[in-house]
């Protein structure tokens, strides 16, 4: 079946360090792959995605490369904000129409 | 329009009584989903619907639980009998088409005591 697998929290960061959360997933054929992000008080957010291998998703300074190779979507940000804080989710789509999403990884970014 | 829509934002029932919650998703999306988010987890697939058809339901979704969208518009989820394991997130989602973004609602959080 379907798994994704995150690091685990929390992440404390300094204003403007640089950011991985890595994200590894198990499934059979050839999934999309997602960063969702969770603000306090707020609904599940698209941060960006990726439909094949190889490609990159990015938005707000936030990147993830699709390595098949080594089944992994690691989220970087190179100079992070206290406005970054929040909980990452990595999530996949199969074949089916459902998401799998990982436990959540919470970002907690000090001025 | 302003997005997904859930109501109630939260709920508190006492164990054995029965619970409904409502969807309104985003207009002309045709797919809407249902998901439970417990306390530090990842969310997790309940059930699906492609206009008013129930197309797949996840092994979660035990006999207490029932979801309809009558009409293909609003969606309701409704807990019968709730147990103290009920309590979590419920999430709802919709999006456009198989390969377009989901988008999310706020949850309605249930506690069952």
């Known amino acids: 079946g379907n798994s994704v697998t995150q690091m685990e929290g929390p992440v404390t960061l300094s204003e403007e360090a640089f950011l991985t959360i890595n994200c590894t997933y198990t499934?059979?054929?050839?999934?999309?792959l997602f960063w969702y992000v969770q603000y306090p008080g707020e609904g599940l957010q698209l941060l960006l995605k990726?439909?094949?291998?190889?490609d990159k998703g990015s938005n707000k300074g936030f990147e993830a490369t699709y390595r098949k190779e080594t089944t992994s979507f690691h989220l970087e940000k190179g100079s992070v904000q206290v406005s970054d804080s929040a909980v990452y989710f990595c999530?996949?789509?199969?074949?089916?129409?459902?998401?799998?999403f990982g436990g959540g990884t919470r970002l907690m970014v000090k001025p | 329009d302003t997005g997904v829509s859930q109501n109630p934002r939260h709920k508190i029932t006492k164990r054995g009584q029965n619970v409904t919650f409502r969807c309104d998703p985003i207009?002309?999306?045709?797919?809407l989903y249902w998901y439970r988010q417990t306390l530090g987890q990842g969310p997790e697939f309940l059930t699906y619907?492609?206009?008013?058809?129930?197309?797949?339901k996840s092994r979660l979704l035990s006999d207490r639980f029932s979801a309809e969208r009558p009409k293909g518009s609003f969606s309701t989820l409704e807990i019968q009998r709730t147990e103290q394991g009920d309590s979590a997130m419920y999430l709802c989602?919709?999006?456009?088409?198989?390969?377009?973004?989901?988008?999310f609602g706020q949850g309605t959080r249930l506690t069952v005591v």
């Open positions: 989602a919709s999006s456009l088409g198989r390969n377009t973004e989901a988008f």
């Open positions: 499934a059979t054929g050839y999934p999309s």
């Open positions: 990726a439909t094949k291998a190889d």
């Open positions: 999530a996949l789509k199969n074949a089916g129409n459902m998401l799998t």
């Open positions: 207009s002309e999306h045709n797919r």
């Open positions: 619907f492609q206009n008013e058809a129930q197309l797949e």
